[in-house]
Nanobody, 125 residues
Framework: QVQLVESGGGLVQAGGSLRLSCAASGRTFTTYTTGWFRQPPGKERDFVAGINESGSSTYYADSVKGRFTITRDNAKNTVYLQMNSLKPEDTAVYYC??????????????????WGQGTQVTVSS
């Protein structure tokens, strides 16, 4: 069993930055591919970024490429999402997710086994 807890969300002006953290419990977290998803109000949950278990491979949605960076510190059981040049359209609840099986990043939410409770990110114009 893995528990994921997101933090770092908040209100920021357009052009600003935030860093989200996803802290995990469980020794096996270091073997899990991890992703960030987001869900704007009234819309579906979409893939944002993912990282494999070692941190050697990352993948981004086109909408955030060049602005967001996903990293992980396995010694701290934590995955981060650095978000720069934020836009109002980045406003959403951001979720961290861990994938037990499969060593590659998947963009499909259904392929992830554990989810955090989410953290709100609001970008004002």
């Amino acid at each position: 069993q893995v528990q994921l807890v997101e933090s770092g969300g908040g209100l920021v002006q357009a052009g600003g930055s935030l860093r989200l953290s996803c802290a995990a419990s469980g020794r096996t977290f270091t073997t899990y591919t991890t992703g960030w998803f987001r869900q704007p109000p009234g819309k579906e949950r979409d893939f944002v970024a993912g990282i494999n278990e070692s941190g050697s491979s990352t993948y981004y949605a086109d909408s955030v490429k060049g602005r967001f960076t996903i990293t992980r510190d396995n010694a701290k059981n934590t995955v981060y999402l650095q978000m720069n040049s934020l836009k109002p359209e980045d406003t959403a609840v951001y979720y961290c997710a861990a994938r037990v099986s499969g060593s590659y990043v998947s963009v499909a939410a259904g392929n992830y086994d554990y989810w955090g409770q989410g953290t709100q990110v609001t970008v004002s114009s």
